[in-house]
């Protein structure tokens, strides 16, 4: 018989008894209402049940489930080393975000591993078309939470922000990268992307001020970019990152 196929934005229906259980697609993840659908421990594009396998036929779900995730080349992000101890004064310096770290490439959210994170429809449907560089995340200290939301394509994302960082172009040196990156953001209209605030540091009193503060507030570390660098792929001397550690205590007085 002839099969129906699941579209983004138009639901199905299914009866059993008296229970009507909806069926919907977005992006790779067909999902149904039923408790069989929800009780699965697979990741929501890796699950089917009765009423989708009556639907789109028992043979393409069973497919759609055992496929193999869609795989880019991994991203060519720029890495930093560590302190080296180099006059700051002049570098440009952002919150190091404790995020997954990802790719933009205009159509696809790509991690490290270069496996395209399967992202709703609705977390990147006003992102710019131009790369950009940055970090999924959900808040200081909730690096599970956001690792956990980006390995599936569920309601998770709802709590995941895209902080952009960088809009990568080889010829294009650091200041006007930024400003760039700037424009895109206030021109796109999307809840879910944000460009990461970044500063001129004057000096290593500064930082080291900043990293004391940061520290308080629970923050993962501060990275530190060089004036008028390119953006590079892998580690390079031009972007160095600055821990964060825990809060100081003070000592009560003996």
Do not use: N
């Not at 990741?43 to 193999?68: I, M, N, Y």
């Not at 500064?206 to 792929?233: F, M």
Request: hydrophobic content about 30%.
């Amino acid at each position: 018989r002839h099969m129906t196929k699941l579209t983004d934005g138009h639901p199905k229906y299914a009866m059993e008894g008296k229970a009507v259980f909806e069926m919907k697609k977005d992006g790779p993840v067909h999902s149904c209402t039923c408790p069989s659908w929800a009780s699965q421990k697979a990741p929501p594009d890796r699950r089917t049940c009765t009423h989708l396998q009556a639907l789109c036929g028992k043979k393409e779900e069973s497919e759609r489930v055992a496929a193999p995730p869609s795989k880019k080349g991994p991203p060519h992000f720029s890495l930093p080393r560590e302190r080296s101890g180099e006059d700051p004064s002049g570098w440009i310096w952002t919150e190091r975000l404790d995020g997954v770290r990802a790719w933009w490439d205009g159509k696809h959210l790509i991690g490290a591993d270069g496996r395209v994170l399967q992202a709703p429809r609705w977390f990147t449907d006003e992102f710019p078309v131009r790369p950009m560089d940055g970090h999924l995340w959900s808040g200081r200290g909730r690096f599970k939470e956001a690792e956990t939301a980006c390995a599936g394509a569920g309601d998770g994302w709802i709590a995941l922000r895209f902080s952009a960082s960088d809009a990568p172009d080889p010829v294009e040196p650091l200041e006007a990268r930024l400003l760039r990156l700037d424009d895109m953001w206030r021109s796109s209209r999307s809840a879910f992307l944000d460009a990461g605030l970044q500063w001129t540091l004057s000096g290593q009193e500064e930082l080291d001020k900043i990293v004391r503060r940061l520290s308080a507030l629970g923050a993962y570390g501060v990275t530190i970019r060089r004036p008028g660098s390119l953006y590079s792929k892998g580690r390079t001397g031009d972007v160095e990152e600055v821990p964060c550690g825990p809060p100081e205590v003070d000592e009560p007085e003996q």
